[in-house]
């Protein structure tokens, strides 16, 4: 149980829900800088021990603040740790909006966990297999995704990785976009080309962006300047 | 850690840091340093409810202890994504319009000059904005979605953070006829953590943050319309925004606070 956050929910709605005002949204903001002031550490709300039995305690608006809470200023030490996958898992398919989904998947590879995880992937220059990245949501859905459409071919997986390959490209950090190119990877060798994601990636990024396409593995020949 | 991706073309993303390269911080200065010397502390104001002021009262907050701290709002009603939204001190009252307690916070000066600019306010930075958005891969959904608050702060905190934008200038785009007007410039500054995203919780940019002027007026929306109504005033004419700027500015040097009864 996410006690903390349970005793903040009406709080936190006040900053995080987008149908309370703007004078609602700065009063709560005021308010919490307040406690803030009194020695109320708010980023500690971040719900790390919250199970998939608490998703419907809180809306979701409430659970993307608590994440974002993490992305404090440099001079604050990172406290916060990312909730288990099956909690985020839950929280990702409780989101009916697919604009839901992308600022749920955003709180979560930017959270300064995963951030701090995929550092060692920032530069690089071509995709790393799913198996081979940090163990952080969503690899393992991706893997499954990936898997499901090897052996059955579903159209249910093949939209499912179409839309979440979106949300990373257009999260664009180097984690998403790690993540992004081991997906692309794991897709099956002999239908890629024909994979909606793959067809839209080489649309909007091969001629654009070369560097961002070798990183995905998008490039159809070898850099020879490589 | 390396920014976010702009996902535009290099031609795209050449015209964009064209736009914030022309534009220093110099140039705003003078409106930092209103009511005052060239040499004064560049100051900010944020306006926030006064029920949550008293800690920012000068003669409460102890003596070598740590300072209070305004907080970076996340409200996706506001146009230009997560930040503090201040006006420099020449706009003195320009933004009471969201709280009546006006908290003066202190800029860095070796840090503001070197912060890349979004100057809001140009129709051709404002084209620039739009192109670049139209241009994002998910364009079709954050614009088909009926969260249009939640998918226009996404937008402007992605670009803010492609192009590590410190500072967005723009006009206000909400009214009030003595307190805000239209061609006032407000700004929203931004706080980064230690991976280059725009962070929450407590500023460290805005710094010793003091409650300075008290505003007796309270304001409230004109049905859903951008306009907020004053409901007291005016009881008089407003002193001039150079006359407000200087006693403000003295207020937060002495430790002391403005009531304004206009």
Redesign the interface.
């Known amino acids: 149980m996410i006690v903390d956050l349970l005793l903040a929910a009406d709080l936190i709605d006040a ?2 829900n ?1 149908s309370r ?3 609602e ?3 709560g ?6 406690l ?3 020695g109320v550490g ?2 500690l709300l971040a719900p790390e021990d919250a199970k998939t039995t608490d998703i419907d305690l809180l809306s979701g608006h409430v659970c993307r ?1 608590a994440l ?9 030490e990172l406290k916060s740790h990312l909730p288990q996958q099956e909690f985020l898992q839950g929280l990702f398919f409780s989101e009916t ?4 989904r ?2 749920l998947t ?1 709180a979560i590879v ?1 959270h ?1 966990d995963t ?2 995880k995929f ?1 060692q992937f ?2 690089i220059r071509n995709p790393v297999p799913l198996e081979q990245l940090p163990n952080v949501w969503p690899r393992d859905y991706l893997l499954s995704l990936s898997s499901a459409e090897e052996s059955e071919g579903t159209s249910h997986s093949e939209r499912d990785v179409a839309e979440l390959g ?2 990373l ?6 984690a998403a ?1 790690t993540l992004l190119g081991g997906t692309v990877m794991a897709l099956s060798h002999r239908r890629r080309e024909e994979h909606p994601l793959v067809q ?1 990636l080489r649309t ?1 990024v091969v001629g ?2 070369e560097g ?1 396409a070798r990183r995905l593995g998008l490039r159809s020949e070898p850099d020879r300047f490589a | 850690m390396p920014y976010r991706l702009a996902l535009v073309s290099p031609s795209l993303v050449n015209a964009i840091e064209d736009g914030i390269s022309k534009v220093a911080a110099s140039q705003f200065e003078p409106q930092w340093t209103a009511g005052g010397k060239k040499t004064d502390p560049w100051l900010v104001i944020k306006y926030i409810p006064t029920k949550y002021c008293r800690d920012f009262r000068p003669n409460i907050i102890p003596a070598g202890g740590p300072s209070p701290r305004l907080r970076i709002s996340d409200s996706p009603g506001f146009t230009w994504g997560t930040g503090n939204y201040v006006v420099p001190l020449a706009y003195p009252v320009s933004t009471a319009i969201y709280g009546r307690a006006g908290v003066v916070a202190t800029l860095d000066q070796n840090q503001t000059r070197r912060w890349r600019i979004f100057d809001a306010r140009l129709p051709a930075n404002q084209n620039l904005y739009v192109q670049w958005s139209i241009a994002q891969p998910a364009f079709r959904w954050l614009t088909l979605t009926c969260h249009a608050n939640l998918a226009n702060q996404f937008l402007r905190n992605a670009f803010r953070e492609a192009f590590r934008i410190d500072c967005v200038v723009f006009h206000p785009d909400q009214r009030n006829a003595y307190y805000t007007k239209t061609n006032d410039d407000w700004m929203c500054i931004s706080d980064w953590n230690r991976y280059n995203r725009l962070a929450r919780g407590s500023s460290a940019v805005l710094q010793t943050p003091r409650l300075a002027i008290l505003v007796s007026e309270e304001f409230t929306p004109i049905g859903a319309d951008v306009r907020r109504r004053t409901m007291i005033g005016p009881l008089s004419a407003m002193p001039t925004n150079a006359a407000l700027a200087s006693a403000i500015r003295n207020a937060a040097t002495s430790g002391t606070i403005v009531e304004l009864t206009a």
């Open positions: 900053v995080a987008p005002t703007i004078e949204h700065e009063a903001a005021a308010r919490l800088a307040t803030a002031i009194h708010t980023e603040w974002n809470e993490a992305k404090q200023t440099s001079d604050r909006d697919r604009i839901g992308l600022l955003e930017t300064p951030e701090q550092e920032a530069e979106m949300i490209l257009q999260i664009a950090t180097p976009l839209f909007f654009q962006d961002l």
